[in-house]
């Protein structure tokens, strides 16, 4: 619960209670206990035995592939998402299959150790078979549709909306 209370300045101050024995804050279920943190170390680090993290780089292939392309007006300018610096004309920028660019000597190294777009997270292909595979059943899963019974939180039924 918060409480406002005025100081002196007239500036106010919140304060947030916790009930007596809930030494939790927001969603419990989003807290790991000992057992749980020791379990999720232990996984992490049999599936993670070659030292790498995350996707697999981004194919020879299709790092070759990606389109280098010249910004020819003002309207094509952009901000690299490595960088952050502008792209302005008459610069060269590596375009990904999603459409988003960025300086070559940024987004190559990148690719090497990643497959994704920075900004959107599209995927590119890897010369990874096993992670190829798993990719592919994440998309037919995504594709399929919901078993869930619909509406809100899997609840049918009619809803109405008030706004107060």
Not at 143 to 164: K, L, R, T, V
Request: with cysteine; net charge negative.
């Amino acid at each position: 619960m918060l409480a406002a209370a005025p100081l002196e300045d007239h500036s106010i101050e919140f304060r947030l209670a916790v009930p007596e024995g809930e030494g939790y804050i927001g969603n419990p279920d989003d807290y790991v206990g000992t057992a749980g943190y020791e379990a999720l170390q232990q996984n992490l680090a049999e599936t993670d035995s070659d030292g790498r993290r995350g996707a697999s780089p981004t194919s020879k292939a299709s790092v070759e592939a990606v389109e280098t392309t010249e910004i020819k007006s003002k309207l094509e300018a952009l901000a690299c998402a490595v960088c952050k610096d502008i792209v302005g004309v008459g610069e060269m920028v590596k375009k990904l299959p999603c459409g988003h660019g960025y300086h070559e000597d940024c987004i190559i190294p990148w690719l090497g150790s990643r497959n994704s777009c920075l900004v959107c997270r599209y995927e590119l292909p890897t010369d990874d078979a096993e992670y190829e595979e798993e990719r592919k059943k994440r998309a037919t899963a995504a594709a399929a549709p919901s078993s869930s019974s619909g509406g809100i939180g899997g609840i049918s039924g009619d809803y109405e909306i008030q706004f107060f």
